[in-house]
């Protein structure tokens, strides 16, 4: 891939959305992220659609439908375009297996269900988001606002009986809670180090009152990576 030395945390996430942008084919049905990382793909893929290219995108929130809008992106939904040949998205952490944590931007329920309906899942991200092991960045789980105290305990439960105890807290955003594109509430759970991510994820989807959490394991189908030397690809195993 590119060997073209890129400087900033920035520069790298335009230059992996850039790369990416290489895969998109005219007819192609899409799954548009979240994010400043998906932000640029978006953009560059506007500049496209302006030259000619024909597709149509499915958005991960209101604000990616907003920004394709305003760059004359067609946008369609699941309900029209069930299977998708392509979802290009960031992450806020991802380790060797490409196992990943999302919902920093808090759309995980949505990326997740656009994501598991594309063919080829690619990740963009820059060199700060590739960890030996999940866990520093905060783990979103998204509950329904009925009974979060209840929820919450139970959440904490699960994590006990896999040898964890993170600090939890309930994402606010001016003073107020914060709520999803679904109006929901997400807790951040900060684990230092996430054991058993597969297991975890199961077991946090399994409680009443958790929509879904942000652990993606097994969706990625690779990751764009930028770096300061240039960008490249990390496939699946």
Do not use: Y
């Not at 850039?18 to 799954?31: D, T």
């Amino acid at each position: 891939m590119s060997a073209k030395k890129v400087a900033s945390a920035d520069e790298q996430k335009k230059a992996a959305a850039l790369e990416a942008l290489k895969l998109v084919k005219s007819g192609m049905n899409l799954g548009l992220g979240t994010g400043s990382t998906a932000n640029h793909f978006i953009r560059g893929l506007g500049e496209q659609v302006k030259q000619g290219l024909e597709v149509k995108g499915v958005p991960t929130s209101k604000a990616t439908a907003d920004l394709a809008k305003e760059l004359g992106i067609p946008l369609t939904t699941l309900g029209e375009h069930p299977f998708l040949d392509l979802c290009i998205d960031g992450a806020d952490e991802f380790d060797p297996e490409l196992r990943l944590i999302k919902g920093g931007g808090g759309a995980l329920l949505i990326e997740k269900i656009v994501a598991t309906s594309a063919k080829d899942v690619v990740i963009i991200t820059d060199e700060s988001k590739r960890v030996k092991v999940l866990g520093q960045f905060p783990l979103p789980i998204e509950v329904v606002n009925m009974g979060i105290k209840a929820t919450a305990w139970k959440i904490e439960r699960v994590f006990r009986m896999l040898g964890m105890n993170p600090k939890m807290t309930l994402r606010a955003r001016d003073g107020q809670m914060f709520r999803t594109d679904m109006g929901n509430a997400i807790i951040d759970a900060a684990c230092g180090e996430i054991k058993e991510p597969e297991r975890l994820e199961v077991m946090l989807n399994n409680i009443p009152g958790v929509v879904n959490n942000g652990l993606f394991n097994g969706i990625a189908s690779r990751v764009i990576m930028a770096t300061a030397s240039g960008t490249e690809e990390i496939k699946a195993k």
